[in-house]
């Protein structure tokens, strides 16, 4: 697919800025989404090349603000629901369900 | 919007982990347990000391060098490392006219059984749009100014194959061990945004 994820050539995106000593995970919830790939290749709810087509699907603008997890986490709930494994609406419960006890 | 390191996340992107986490443990499709196991090796075991390895092997044992560009994945699994993201490897070699460089310019494919899990640097919109097309300007952002004489190979990634560069092993460094030879290589002379000092 000919996307915003195919990036080589493109200008204007600013320096690399590289971290020094950084680490492998900069965000708890990266965590999560890292073991979900294993888990749910594992399972066979998703296999590389389905995902890449997920990841593909995003839309430029939540690709462009999204960073790696993000993208992964998009995917992951593209091909779940896809799959017929969850619902949106079973996703958008458990976060009205999880905000809730947080307040 | 990701700039640099300093990235932010997306305003329900933490909800939205938890409840799908909690939704995956609850049909039992994720083990918390594993996932902890996995953070951890990917943490503290799977990384560029594998790549140095594999480096040093090279710099000090031709037979081995020639089996490694014979085929990478074999002589890379001779080590003990082997795997996911890691199955079909290519190590292509730096030399006094050819520098490599590494890149995924689709997404961020890398070869995790030695390097371990990409930098945020390497999965971001600007080393992969611009080092394709501007390779010397990218590789002075890293400090790395290379003679006009020697030819810039760019590589591009993808979910089959893995590349790894060969750094050139540095001056002054022929009494040293495999051992003490390792602990020169970094991860990035192994993507090929810098090259290895001579030791001080």
Redesign the interface.
């Known amino acids: 697919m000919n996307s915003i994820h195919d990036m080589g050539g493109m200008e204007g995106f600013g320096p690399i800025n590289p971290e020094e000593n950084e680490a492998v995970f900069h965000y708890e919830w990266e965590k999560p989404i890292f073991g979900f790939f294993f888990c749910l290749f594992a399972g066979g709810q998703i296999n590389v090349d389905v995902f890449r087509h997920a990841i593909e699907r995003l839309g430029n603008l939540h690709y462009l603000e999204g960073s790696y997890y993000e993208h992964w986490l998009g995917a992951f709930q593209t091909l779940l629901v896809e799959g017929g494994t969850v619902t949106i609406e079973e996703i958008d419960a458990k976060m009205t369900e999880l905000k809730g006890d947080a307040n | 919007?990701?700039?640099?390191?300093h990235?932010d996340?997306?305003p329900?992107?933490?909800?939205?982990?938890?409840?799908?986490?909690?939704?995956?443990v609850e049909?039992d499709?994720?083990?918390p347990a594993?996932?902890?196991l996995?953070?951890d090796t990917?943490?503290t075991k799977i990384?560029p000391r594998n790549g140095a390895k594999v480096i040093a092997k090279a710099w000090t044992d031709p037979d081995y060098k020639t089996r490694l560009f014979e085929n990478a994945s074999a002589a890379i699994a001779e080590l003990g490392f082997s795997g996911?993201q890691g199955e079909d490897m290519v190590v292509v070699e730096n030399t006094d006219t050819k520098h490599n460089v590494v890149?995924c310019?689709?997404?961020?494919c890398y070869p995790w059984p030695t390097l371990?899990?990409p930098?945020?640097?390497y999965?971001?919109?600007?080393?992969?749009?611009?080092v394709?097309?501007d390779p010397r300007g990218?590789l002075a952002?890293?400090g790395t100014t290379l003679p006009d004489s020697t030819e810039i190979h760019v590589w591009?990634s993808n979910?089959e194959l893995r590349y790894l560069v060969l750094p050139q092993r540095p001056a002054g460094t022929d009494g040293m061990s495999a051992e003490e030879l390792e602990e020169l290589v970094t991860r990035?002379s192994m993507i090929g945004?810098k090259v290895i000092a001579a030791p001080a």
């Open positions: 919007m990701p700039h640099d390191h990235y996340p997306l329900d992107t933490e909800l939205r982990v938890r409840a799908l986490e909690s939704i995956l049909k499709l994720v083990d594993a996932i902890d996995l953070v990917y943490e990384g996911v890149v310019t689709l997404c961020s371990g899990l930098p945020v640097w999965k971001a919109a600007p080393y992969r749009s611009r394709v097309k990218v952002e890293f591009d979910a990035d945004v």
